[in-house]
């Protein structure tokens, strides 16, 4: 499986238009939160409009998966908690979201929401052991906030993570957390796109300005992962026995994609 994994687009429309452009290279398109942008000045509904017509666009070429992220909250439940509610929209269009699962060939992701409170934190807690219990070769979950006191979410001042996350990863250690949030981790010192907590792969694109943005390309048959900025190009093996130490990449490997534009 070759997946693309973006975060923290919010309402970049030239990034939207980059990855629907992209999306037909990969078997997964997975955007791991705040599609939106609330300090835009754009109204809040008109953002989500259009950013469903792009979603709907981009699950016409490959398969999308989509979470929501702090920015993405337009509603309270009955907890007076906060959620997305927008986001189960894209159902409609068969792309699977927050408290969804999705089985490919023996690969299941677990999609996570974006948590306000301890109600809805419970919920996530509890969809996450309930996918524990099916049968599976990898484990992957999409989850927007990375694992506190990891290099994917220090922000060259502090960690940003969720110190939930690692109790879950701990728990249950899925094959890889595909997240967003923190988005100066890859580009500062200290900071990183990748990290490895025991078994697991936790992934961090970061954001950039620019029509293209921050990505990540994952194939789980070559055991290879690449990041891509406007700085740096770099590669990992996703092998357990090497160092955790990505390196530079100067031309495109043999098992990227011919009609990848990064």
């Not at 309930?130 to 992957?140: E, F, L």
């Not at 999409?142 to 990891?150: C, M, N, Q, R, T």
Request: with cysteine; glycine share 6%.
């Amino acid at each position: 499986m070759k997946c693309l994994l973006v975060s923290d687009l919010h309402y970049t429309l030239k990034q939207f238009d980059w990855v629907l452009q992209q999306a037909s290279a990969y078997d997964v398109v997975v955007i791991a939160g705040d599609h939106l942008d609330i300090a835009s000045a754009v109204d809040l509904q008109v953002q989500i409009t259009v950013i469903l017509s792009y979603l709907k666009r981009m699950c016409a070429k490959t398969r999308v998966v989509v979470c929501s992220g702090n920015h993405d909250l337009d509603a309270r439940d009955f907890h007076d908690e906060k959620y997305a509610r927008w986001i189960l929209m894209t159902r409609q269009f068969g792309i699977p979201t927050d408290e969804d699962s999705l089985e490919l060939e023996d690969i299941l992701f677990t999609i996570c929401p974006w948590w306000d409170g301890p109600k809805r934190c419970a919920r996530v807690g509890e969809q996450i052991e309930r996918d524990s219990r099916k049968t599976k070769a990898q484990w992957i979950w999409i989850y927007h906030a990375p694992p506190d006191a990891s290099p994917t979410s220090w922000s060259g001042r502090r960690y940003g993570g969720d110190a939930q996350l690692v109790e879950w990863i701990a728990r249950f250690a899925p094959s890889m957390v595909l997240v967003g949030h923190v988005h100066q981790s890859p580009f500062q010192q200290g900071g990183s796109w990748v990290d490895r907590i025991g078994g697991t792969w936790v992934f961090n694109p970061g954001r950039q300005l620019g029509p293209v943005p921050a990505h990540i390309i994952l194939d789980t048959q070559a055991r290879r992962a690449l990041w891509a900025s406007c700085e740096v190009v770099e590669e990992i093996a996703l092998d357990a026995m090497a160092p955790l130490r990505p390196r530079p990449v100067r031309e495109a490997p043999a098992w990227l994609d011919k009609r990848y534009c990064g």
